[in-house]
């Protein structure tokens, strides 16, 4: 099964690169199915797998000025502190146990690998509508940046991440289109530098509250740094709008047997 995990691995990778996003929300199954990761501990691990190969990522788009720097920071102000403080305080004191109906118990494991489920189920439907697609053609010049709106964006973006260790890409680029009327190329750009700031700056909360196995930790996500790079050359030869249904239908398929597995197979 290891072996799998690491070619999964290489996938993770590869997808950002390809599509510029959604690759990441399977990070936590891969660690938890293949590698046998306990589910709170994946989403630690998937925290700094993510934020690597998202810099990496962000440096490449940076390269080609499709990186606001400035904007980046001023979305992450509520972001990445709320990915902080959730990874900080609200990670350690989540109850292992919440109770049980009828003979089905509810365990702190379970509620996170369903709740990451019903993520990928989201994430899913959005590569399958294409809605960056959608968003791309609306007219937002008439439209004023709303703060208090973008504010609150971020700390719920900060909060899933936090909460599950998944980038966010999904739901920040539409966020960067309409709130803030960044293109669509800086908006991936932008949103790959943010998601290594929440991440890597939620990881750190994660310190003294785990045992990491940092071996593993950067085999795991040297491979994935590997496949974002991969992935950045195939995608000038493979049009990454080709894959992002199909890959879109595969995460739904996941999302659902992990709802199915953690539910009524256990």
Do not use: C
């Amino acid at each position: 099964m290891q072996i799998l995990g690491y070619f999964a691995s290489l996938l993770i990778g590869i997808s950002l690169g390809l599509i510029g996003g959604g690759g990441s929300i399977l990070t936590v199954p891969v660690l938890v199915y293949l590698f046998s990761v306990n589910p709170v501990l994946s989403t630690s691990y998937s925290l700094f797998i993510v934020g690597s190969t998202s810099l990496v990522g962000a440096f490449n788009n940076y390269l080609k000025g499709f990186v606001r720097i400035k904007t980046a920071l001023l979305f992450g102000i509520s972001s990445i502190t709320t990915v902080f403080l959730t990874r900080k305080f609200l990670i350690p004191h989540i109850p292992g146990y919440f109770g049980s109906i009828g003979n089905f118990k509810i365990t702190e494991s379970i509620l996170v690998m369903v709740l990451f489920a019903i993520l990928m189920v989201a994430a899913s439907l959005s590569m399958i509508n294409d809605s960056n697609k959608k968003i791309k053609t609306e007219d937002v010049s008439n439209k004023k940046i709303n703060l208090p709106k973008l504010l609150l964006y971020g700390i719920a973006i900060g909060f899933v991440t936090g909460l599950l260790g998944a980038g966010g890409g999904f739901l920040l680029i539409p966020t960067l289109v309409l709130l803030v009327k960044l293109p669509m190329k800086e908006a991936v750009g932008t949103s790959l530098f943010i998601i290594a700031l929440n991440s890597l700056i939620g990881f750190t909360g994660d310190l003294g509250h785990f045992n990491i196995d940092w071996i593993f930790l950067f085999k795991i996500t040297a491979i994935a740094i590997a496949g974002i790079l991969i992935g950045g050359a195939l995608n000038k030869k493979i049009h990454g709008d080709h894959l992002k249904k199909g890959f879109g239908w595969f995460v739904l398929i996941m999302g659902i047997y992990i709802i199915i597995h953690e539910t009524l197979i256990k």
